[in-house]
C-alpha cells in the first residue's frame, strides 16, 4: 500500500511541551507511578474470562486485554494461533502502554453477548494517529484455524475509503455477534510512533453519542485555538507588537499538528488523508518548535544571556530541520533529539519564568501559571506516552486542555507587559514633557537676556556706525578742501612750465596724479562704508564695459608708468548691468594687487569676453601666487594672503571686490596662471544688446 510513514515519536510529546513546566513535579509523579503502576506485567498463562456484553451500552476493554511482542515482525496469524504461541500471551493490567517502540504488537480478547445486548455491536480503538491496525475477528466456531477469521485492515496509513467505516477513529463494526457464544478478537498494532492502545464497545446508540463527543471536542479546541490565534494576529496589526505574531504563528502551528493527530482531516479529504496527515503532524510540530523559540527569545529577551540565546536559536534551527524531516523521510532520526530539547525547554522556561517573578517584572506571575498549567497537562501526557501512567480518559485530553489555558494566559501576560509599558511611556513622556515646559522657560529667559544683549550691542553698532559714517563725512569734507587747493595749484604750476623750459612737468604730472589717487581713495572708502551698511539705494545702469576698461588701463598706465599693461579685448562690445564707479573700484582694485605682488619687469594682462550670459573680465599676473587653499578663504574681510606679510594693506580690498561684484548676481575667482602667478576672474551678466548690435556682442572663437 502506498502511504508515507513519517515516525513520530514526538507527535505526544514534543507537540505539547513548549512552555516551560515543574520539573520537580515530573519527577514526583514519575517515582509515584513507579511504586504504584509495575512496568512488567505478570505473566497470566491462564484465558481471561470474555468481555461481556450485557445491558451496558458501553464496555471497556481494559484488563481485558492480553499481549504478545513480536520483534521480527514476521509473525502471521496462523503463527499466533499456534499452541506455543498462545501460551506466550500475558495480561495487562489496564489499557496498553508500550510507549516508544518498534516491537510488532499482538493483542487478544473474546467477546461474549447476552441477549440484553444490541445485535449490532461497534469496536473503537484510540488513538486514531497509530500507522498499522490489523482486526482480525472470529466468524465461525473453530477458533484454531486462521480461515475462520475475518481481516480488517486500518490505520492512519490506511486510506479512509478502504476502512469499513469513514470516521476519523479507529471504528470496527461488529455485525450480528452470536449470543452466549464467545468469539476471538486479535489485533495486530505496528507504528513508528508510540504504542497505546485503548479499547471499547459500544452500542450503536452510544457509538453516535461518542463520535458526536469527538467532534465536538476535537472542533472545540481547534476552533478555539483558530479564534486565539486570530486574535493575536489582529493584535499584532494593530499594534504592531512581533510578540503577538510569534505568538499567533505559534498556535496555528498547534491547530494543524492536532488537525493531524485528532484525525479530522480524513473528513476534509478523506482520500489522501493517510498522507496529508503525517505531513500535519510532523510539519505542525516543526513549525511550533521554530515559532516557539523565537517567541520565548522576544518574550524574555534572551539576547541579555548569551547562553539562553544560543540555545533557542539551537532549537529554532532543530525546529527547522523537523518541518523539512517531513517531505525527506528522516522524520524518526531528529525526533529523539527534539524530545531531549523540549525536555531541557521546560527546566529553562520555568527557570526564566521565576527570574521574572523574582525581578518584579510585569506578567511574571502570570507567565509562571500559564506554563505550570499547560506543563502540568503536557507532563501528564508525557508520563503516559512513557508508559508510566495508565491510558484513561483523565489524561486522553489533558493536554488539550492545558493548552488552552496556556494560550489564554499568555495572550493576557502579553497584553499586561504591553498596557505596562504603554504606563511607562505615558509617565515618561509626562515627565519629558514636564521637563521640556522647565527647559522651555529657562531658555525663555536665556532668549530674553540674550535678546537685551543683542538690542544693546544693535544700538552700540548703530552708534557706531552713525559715529563712523561722520567721522568719514567730516574726513572726507576736510581732505577735499586741501586736495582741490593742491590739485589747482598743480594746475597753476604745471601751466607756468608749459610756458617755461618745462623740465619739471613729468614730476608735477606725476604729482598731479597721486592727488586724483588720494581723491579716488576717498571715494573708494566712501564706497566701503556704503557697503557696511549694506545700502540698496546702488546706481544701476547701462556699462560699456570695453570702454570702461579702456579709461582704467589710461588711468593705470599713468598712475604705475615702470608696470606694462597688455588689454586684449575679444569682444568688440559688451554690455553689462550695474554701478560704473563700484565696478571700476574692483577693477582697480585687482589691478593695485596685480601690481603689488608682481615683479616689476613683468607684464600685467587685462583680456575681456563672453561666456554664455555673462561676461569675463580676468585680470593675471606673473607673481608669487596663490595658495590652493588660499583661492576663497582670501575674500574673507580682513584676510590677507602668505605673500603679503612684506606689502602694506588691510584686507579690506578683496572682500570690497566681492561685495561689488555679487551685488548685480556676478561672482569673482582667484586661481593660479600659468607658469606663475594669479589670475582673477570676474563674471558679471550681460544686458542683451538690441538686435542690430547682437552681431558684434559675440566671442571671436
Known sequence: MNSVVVPRL??????????GSFFPMVLLIVAVTALCCPLHPQLLHAALPPVLLDKLTVVDLSGHLEQLADPTGKLTLADILQPLNSTRFTQIPGNLNRGYTRDVLWLRFSIQRTASFSDDAWLRLAPPYLDHVTVYLQSADNRALPSSYSEILLGD??????RPVRHPEIIVPLYHLPTERERMAYIRLQST???N???SIHTSTDMINQNSHTVMTQAAYLGIAMMISLINLVFFVRIGEKLFLYFSLYIFSLFINQLGRGGLVSLVWPGQAHIISDYLVGGGMGACTVFFSIFAMHLFDTARRPWVHRFFMLTTALGGVLFLSVPLDFYGSVAELSVIALLAMIVLLTWLSLRYVIAGEPGGFIYLSAFGLSNLGYVVLLLRTLGLLPFAWWNSNAHLIASLFNMVLMTLAI?????TAEKKAITAAREAEHKAVG???????ELRKSKDKLEGALLR????LENKTKFLAILSHEYRTPLAIIQANLELVQLHQKESDGRNEPYLAKMKHAVGRLVEIMEVSLQRERLDAFSTDNVSMRVELISLLDGIIDKAEVFWPERLFVFEPEVVNCTVTGDPKQIKTAIFNLLDNACKYSLPNTPITLTCYIDGDMS??????HGEGLAVYEADIIFEKYRRGRSSQNTSGTGLGLWLVRQIVEQPGGSVTLAPNKPKGTIATIRLPLMLPPLSEFVGCIHPT
Request: with cysteine.
Open 10 to 19: 514526538s507527535e505526544n510529546i514534543s507537540s505539547r511541551l513548549f512552555c
Open 157 to 162: 496509513h490506511i486510506p479512509v475509503s478502504s
Open 193 to 195: 510512533s508510540t504504542l
Open 197 to 199: 492502545l485503548e479499547g
Open 415 to 419: 497584553t499586561e507587559r504591553l498596557r
Open 439 to 445: 527647559l522651555a522657560g529657562e531658555m525663555t529667559r
Open 461 to 464: 553698532e548703530q552708534q557706531n
Open 616 to 621: 569675463v573680465v580676468s585680470i593675471g599676473d
